[in-house]
């Protein structure tokens, strides 16, 4: 396929060189950003003339609102924008709204996997859009991951995501916060993961991820809390799922509380730049009350 990708940096570069890799045409964008082995354009719309796809990967649902805004108008009918950032549900639902109207389809597909992911080819992408959208884009997942479900129409590969990583702020709290009582319980951390890790208690948090260094396999908590899944972005798709809940009109209190423990976490203390993980050593120094 001919395919634009826009924005290059440390989860699209990767997943562009991939789609490379398995001989697509591919030439991408990024305002700042300029990888090697990527060909880059001069403008988000050049790369969207005549392109089959046009692959975004993005920060947030404004700046989708804006590429959309300069690329839709440029590419060919019946081509697909895959936006693989992870963004508000309107954004989505938005900016496939413009594309259907303009004789395109649109696919919103949110990754799951990480930077590690990105560059193995092994992310999980959650998607929303028609079927006949899904299926066109669908060998192109088969490269950038292991995994693309089809969760349901526009908006609904966000939501999953939203929901997911709703989840996983909250168990990993749990996961921290347990750790931190056991020490102070006097249990080897070593024993608690044997016994939960197999137990109730079982989680990605503790199996997969295990935020006590040198304890299951290896995770940022064994290189210094670096990420890893950065904090900030945790804390980032918290607010989304708390923004959803808002609109919504869902009673979320324990993702409230995941948001609030994560912002005072990443703008109060010295979460910023650490692994979300991080927050084990945390709740290590912390008094109750």
Same mark, same amino acid.
């Given at each position: 396929m001919k395919i634009g990708f826009i924005g290059l940096?440390?989860?699209?570069a990767p997943m562009a060189a991939n789609l490379i890799a398995a001989g697509h045409d591919v030439t991408g964008f990024d305002v700042s950003a300029r990888p090697e082995g990527v060909p880059v354009a001069?403008?988000?719309?050049?790369?969207?003339?005549?392109a089959d796809v046009v692959i975004t990967m993005l920060p947030n649902g404004d700046i989708l609102r804006a590429v959309a805004a300069d690329v839709v108008p440029a590419m060919q009918n019946g081509a697909v924008l895959l936006d693989c950032s992870t963004v508000d549900v309107q954004s989505a639902r938005d900016?496939?709204?413009?594309a259907d109207a303009a004789g395109l389809m649109a696919v919103d597909a949110p990754v799951s996997g990480g930077i590690g992911g990105a560059s193995a080819g092994t992310l999980t992408f959650m998607a929303g859009g028609s079927q006949e959208a899904f299926t066109k884009v669908n060998p192109l997942f088969d490269i950038m991951g292991q995994k693309a479900v089809h969760c349901g129409e526009a908006g609904a590969g966000q939501a999953a995501k939203i929901c997911n990583n709703?989840?996983?702020?909250v168990t990993m709290i749990g996961t921290c916060e347990a750790?931190?009582? #056991? $020490?102070?319980?006097g249990l080897d951390r070593q024993k608690m993961f044997d016994v939960v890790s197999t137990s109730s208690g079982y989680s990605w948090s503790m199996n997969a991820y295990c935020p006590a260094p040198g304890i299951g396999p290896q995770s940022p908590a064994d290189n210094g809390y670096q990420p890893g899944f950065a904090?900030?972005?945790?804390l980032k798709d918290l607010r989304l799922s708390q923004q959803a809940a808002?609109? #919504? $009109?869902?009673d979320t209190p324990m993702?409230?509380?995941a948001e609030a423990l994560y912002t005072q976490f990443v703008e109060g203390e010295d979460g910023l730049g650490r692994d979300f993980s991080a927050m084990l050593p945390r709740f290590e120094t912390r008094r109750r009350g």
């Open positions: 940096g440390n989860m699209g001069t403008t988000a719309a050049e790369v969207a003339q005549g900016v496939a709204a413009q709703m989840i996983l702020g750790f931190a009582l #056991a $020490d102070k319980l904090a900030e972005l945790m808002d609109s #919504a $009109d869902a993702g409230q509380l």
